[in-house]
């Protein structure tokens, strides 16, 4: 696949953020074959910390699971946005918290197999309410959204558990890697 060269490209679907795309490529021993993937903007994710170490959680109903699930504050990076003004935007509008420090803990691939996506994840430390979350008028405003605070080491020790309030792949990895953070600076 490395030495695929592109010979066209279809565009099944481009709306909301999602491009549903399939490359047809020749491959390098000159066979003809295709892949299919979704093309989405680079995210973040902000794991939140207020003062007391409890974690800023979103709980929001996710049509493709059929359920309410909890994730840390994320969304899509914006067109001229860079990942650390998504961050505290993001944060803002999905928590109506504010940070005045955000540690980048790097940026990772979902899912590389099926999607382009790139995923940045941020720990904001400090965080203060400053209001009630500004909610984007489609997704957000139909997913029931609500924010909750719980103390950050449950979170952490109840991940890979049947209970654990954290299903997501990508806020779970987050989650691990704010621990490490923390743990190594000594600020658990």
Known sequence: MRNSKLISQEILFNKYHKKFVVDHLKLSDGTKGFWAYVSAPSGTIIVA????????????????????????PA??????????????????????YRSETFIDLGRYHTLSNETDHRCQIFLATN????????????AEKYSEMTTELHPFI???????????????????????????????????
């Open 127 to 138: 965080c203060e309410y400053i209001s009630a979350p500004t909610l984007d008028p489609y």
């Open 75 to 96: 969304g899509a990076v914006d067109e001229n946005e860079n990942f650390l003004g998504t961050a505290k935007r993001e944060l803002f509008e999905e928590s109506g």
């Open 154 to 188: 449950e979170i952490y020790n109840s991940l890979g558990k049947p209970d654990s309030l954290i299903k997501d792949t990508e806020h779970v990895a987050a989650i691990f890697l704010t621990h490490r953070y923390l743990s190594e600076n000594n600020l658990l």
């Open 49 to 72: 910390l207020d003062k007391d170490k409890n974690l800023i959680l979103v709980r929001q109903y996710r049509y493709t699971q059929k359920g309410f699930t909890y994730e840390d």
